[in-house]
């Protein structure tokens, strides 16, 4: 190698061979069927399809939440396929952050003491929480909000907290299932203006949405559809 050559990072995902099947009301439904994709470290994909089509099925695995019924999903050259249930616990809990559409947030916790929550698998000390749940929060523009509880903010900003109790366990990578869904067009534009940010500073991103807007700002755009993912990205 030359003092000019660059070494590629390696993909945050690898999927080969990736099928999901499930029984239900006595038939056999293909969730997935041979999925081939790699995802690459520090990028932001999103994931469009029709319902019923496989995307939750999808982010499931990314997310170390279920494994396939075959083939392999490599997560930083971990295959979740393979790992035990207490070591996919381990990675959900220090590597994956989750957002979802409904904000999940205890709504008699203030946002400091929600984000505080989801640093509890991690066994860190007090000091360190704290200061981890300071730089969430002001990452994503609440540093002044701390000590509100959900009922006090808008839908945006109880979106940011949850953002930001996603990110203070300083994950490899952000999943997002439908994070705009619940919100109007000027706090979609507020959360996805966040999400670019975390992203621009080398956070893996995958948004599953139905939103063509949300999908017009990732960089790369994935369809799935009866289980078969296609690359629509251009």
Known sequence: MTSTDTVEPAPAYRLTGVTKTYRAKGRIVHALTGVDVEIATGDFVAILGPTGGGKSTLLQ????????????????GTDLAAARPGALGAVRA????FVFQGFNLMPTLTAAENVDMGLE????????????????????????????????????????????????????????????????????????????QLNAEGLTLVVVTHDSAVARRARRRLRLDRGTLTDITR
């Open 61 to 76: 695995l990314l997310g170390a939440l279920d494994t396939p019924t075959d083939g392999h999903v490599l997560l930083d």
């Open 94 to 97: 220090a590597e994956i952050g």
């Open 121 to 196: 698998p991690l066994r860190l000390d007090r000091a360190e929480r704290d200061e981890r749940v300071r730089e969430a929060l002001a990452r994503v523009g609440l540093a002044d909000r701390a000590d509100h509880r959900p009922g006090e903010l808008s839908g945006g900003q109880q979106q940011r907290v949850a953002i930001a109790r996603a990110i203070a366990k300083r994950p490899r990578v952000l999943l997002a299932d439908e994070p705009t869904g619940n919100l109007d067009e000027s706090m979609r534009d507020e959360i996805l203006t966040v999400l670019e």
